[in-house]
């Protein structure tokens, strides 16, 4: 194919998985962020893997093909479709007007063909232009679906394929993608490519999943005591990683250290941070056909089923109340904990040591620090190596220079916000809006009601062009409204600096949620976790002594007379939000 600047690939075999190519193209243009990615990893196996050196682990990009961006084209201009994509209607409506649409009929031979030669899951996923580009915060703003890919008739699997294809293309004129766009100045005529890929995994009776769904990073804005932040970070969670893009609980390690245990303060606190459920492709018997749902085939199970699929000996330490002590592996009787100690501790299949190593790669082959996502499947009843797919890469922003803030520093007069858990770096100033949940009468229970509130003083605020400082309680982000405020990173896209609180009854480690910090670090904004034994954390009292400019039944939104300072030092994770002259603090 040919593109503007775009690598030249093998035009798509209708063979699949029989083809040698494992990196195919459907049309010309361009092949979006999230493809050029899965390129630059593609290469730099290719070129850099010591696979001889790696015996246990098979380390690869699942079989793919790309629909570039001329399909899309051919898509919105034969359906006549660029006015819905203008209209500003609600998502819903939107993706129904996709729906009615027909793909090119150009393309519909090649779609057949692979859906009749796979009979395995497939994940569709969007590739846009802006999306995964370093310094465009568009991860995570547009829809990937999966389908089972198991119906007995051809014309169905087919039929699934082409409402997931049109359900992301619609994706791209979401309220979410409008906003971002209206926030960063993106281009007003988003393209978007569609990735065909592969789902890693195995499937166990109605369910197919992956062993191991994680993210790495070169940079950990969250290390912890005697860690440094270019030690990195790893994330792991049982199945799919929807888990960790939607900020659930997940397991979280130094690769250099990967023995090392979170700072809890007894095995029995860990039980109660670890994850619990997990997503999967729904395979056999459809749901009620829902196409404009992103998780149409996705269900959540718990660890007894994981349990009954055999998946969970090299996952889990067993947990024993009486001694309140933690065994890794399934060998003996109590309750599993999802610690993955024998992948960890044990280096099962060399995946620990080929992680670090891939992160490593990546780094060089992106010529900066880099994210990983990845997927592992293990069948050691087999015999076989471990398999690593990668599903993205892409740049991380690194720290910067020029802020230096020492302890005393974060409970000196005039600070409204201290403290030593920052993610970001630099100063933003300026900032004359807050917004903040109160926290008298906070309850997770109303966390839905809540995130509902921001989004509209949210909006009023974009449109006027004002970015504000947002303060809240547990995960930001988090799909799970128990573990925090289930926004997505649209609905607070004009905060400038985020305040995460964290509450005496109810701690909950800090999400790393792929997607929401990736836009983050994009965005220039800091995040600050708060915990309850801050020697400054939140001046709550002068919060509410301000003047409030609106206020809902959760939320207060104050207007300052003079601007907020952020200051964050990268270096020491230490942050402040000074308030301003004419402004005293408590």
Known sequence: MEGTGTPRFPD??????????????????????????????????ESDWPAASHPGVEAGIPRLTVLATEVFDRFMDENGLREVARSGWSDDRIAHAFQRASLPATIVGDLRALVESVRQPLAVRSSSLLEDALGRPFAGVYATKMTPNDALDPGTRFQRLAEAIKFVYASTFFAGARDYLAVTGGAPEEKMAVVIQEVVGRRHGSRFYPDVSGVARSLNFWAGSGAHPEEGVVTLALGLGKTIVDGGLAWSYAPTRPRANPPVASPRDLVKLSQVKFWAVRMGRPPECDPVRETEYLEQAGLPEAEADGVLPPLVSTYDSASDRMTPGAGSAGARVLTFAPLLHHDLHGVADALRELLALAERSLRGPAEVEFAVTLDASRDLPARIGFLQARRMLAVGEGVELAEQDLSAAGVVVGSAHVMGHGVAEGLRDLIYVRPSGFHFAESRRIAGEIEALNHRLVAEGRGYVLLGFGRWGSSDPWLGIPVRWAQISGARAIVEATLPQSPVDPSQGSHFFHNLTSFGVSYFTVRPDEARGVDWAWLDTRPAASETEFVRHVRLEAPLRVEVDGRSGRGVIRAGTGEATT
Do not use: N, W, Y
């Open 12 to 45: 798509f075999d209708r063979r699949f998985f029989e083809s040698r190519e494992d990196f195919t193209v459907i049309g010309s243009g361009d092949l979006g962020g999230k493809a050029l990615g899965l390129v630059l990893v593609k290469r730099m196996l």
